[in-house]
């Protein structure tokens, strides 16, 4: 099937801004992913926002997935163009499937801004998530959280969620630990008592001691207890 004109001037557009050297850097942090132009982040930002002010509604019926940028820009327009909350869901909703790297994911989760103006109706759109088999749904719903709901209110339940996560996949496992690392770093004490008595596996606990370790945010005294605190045993907690 030919492109639209619409897509063939998109692709131009996009092979204009590649840049070869951050093709090849990015494209080895990106496994499995071989359809990399090599655009920068902020250059999509700026066409998706171009996008957005035309008819962006035409855009993501058509827009394909010749190139890893293709599901930048549709995750990008997605989260930005102007629309109800509802209708925006929806489509988060029938982008998720194209999710098949971090990157997509995260830059995805990090654009949803509508999540801090409808935190509620986000929450519950999330909670499903965390129940899927699928490893991308489920980092998209764990970066989401850390990305806006890391709030007094949601702790106890976001911790929940994290110990009922039991898909075995590189991704989804650095995305918790991750996400652990950041309530830590606004909730420290709240975030300790979790470490103490918790359900991770012992490779997302360790690793998500790591990044609070790593973390510039963490006293050093606090750093050497968090250290004192890693597990030497396989398997998951009991």
Known sequence: MEQSTEMQNLTERLMELSDPKY?????????????VIGVRTPDLRKLAKEITKGDWETFLEKNDRTWYENDILQALVTASA??????????????LPRIENWAVCDI???????????????????KPYFQSEKPYEI????????????????????FAYFDGIHVDHYYVRMAVAWAVSI??????????????????D??????ALQKIIES??????TKTQIRAMKRKTGGRKA
Do not use: I
Not at 113 to 121: Q, T
Not at 202 to 207: A, M, P, S
């Open 23 to 35: 093709r090849d850097f990015h494209s080895k942090l990106l496994p499995g992913t071989d359809n």
């Open 82 to 95: 102007k629309m109800e909350p509802e209708e925006r869901l929806r489509r988060v909703r029938e982008f």
């Open 108 to 126: 995805f989760c990090g654009s949803l801004k509508d999540a801090e103006k409808y935190p509620e109706l986000y929450w519950e759109f999330l």
């Open 139 to 158: 980092r998209f719903a764990v970066v989401m959280l850390l990305s806006h709901f890391v709030k007094e209110e949601y702790l106890k339940d976001a």
């Open 183 to 200: 309530y830590f770093v606004h909730f420290p004490e709240e975030t300790f008592r979790y470490l103490r008595k918790n359900q991770l």
């Open 202 to 207: 012992d490779w997302t606990y360790n690793k």
């Open 216 to 221: 510039y945010r963490v006293s050093p005294e």
